[in-house]
């Protein structure tokens, strides 16, 4: 087992210190809640069918500042009409260090959106609830299952790209 940490450990002193990250920033970049046939809506006649995608993205701001992107969608629909669409667009300025660079993207992708989500999670609740309906309370998200994911389907996309 010492010999797992004297590796780990020798990885952090090469990359000039432990591994770590801090929010500089965060924010809404874009907000949309439509409710397009309410009043109606707001008394369904049958439950709606809930269909809710997550997409992360990143951006270099500098060396060590990255601008990562969380965007999360939610529609209701019934067969009959639309319930409620929810569209929020967070992002965070992120300061990452002493990350060696062949670990910089799934860290980057993996850990900062993982930071956002309780504070997005909780807009889309507040959205949801002022337009009329029970909070939309998103389960937990495992960031590093989507990332893996993302880099598979990428993959099958372009098999020349590595992991």
Do not use: W
């Not at 269909?51 to 990143?58: K, P, R, S």
């Not at 860290?107 to 993982?114: M, Q, W």
């Not at 997005?120 to 309906?133: C, D, M, T, V, Y």
């Amino acid at each position: 087992m010492s010999d797992t940490n004297d590796a780990a450990e020798g990885q952090v002193n090469q990359a000039g210190g432990a591994p770590g990250m801090s929010i500089i920033a965060q924010y809404i970049k874009d907000l949309s809640f439509e409710n397009p046939n309410a009043p109606q809506s707001l008394q369904p006649s049958e439950q709606p069918k809930l269909d809710i995608n997550v997409n992360v993205g990143a951006q270099p701001m500098s060396d060590d500042q990255f601008e990562v992107v969380l965007t999360l969608t939610a529609n209701a629909k019934t067969p009959t009409m639309t319930v409620f669409a929810i569209e929020l667009v967070y992002a965070g300025v992120f300061r990452v260090v002493g990350v060696p660079q062949e670990h910089l993207h799934p860290f980057v992708l993996i850990e900062c959106p993982r930071m956002l989500f309780p504070f997005a999670r909780n807009i889309l609740a507040e959205a949801s609830r002022n337009g009329g309906f029970p909070p939309l309370m998103l389960d937990p998200i495992d960031f590093a299952a989507l990332y893996r994911q993302n880099a598979e389907q990428a993959a099958q996309q372009d098999p020349s790209r590595p992991n």
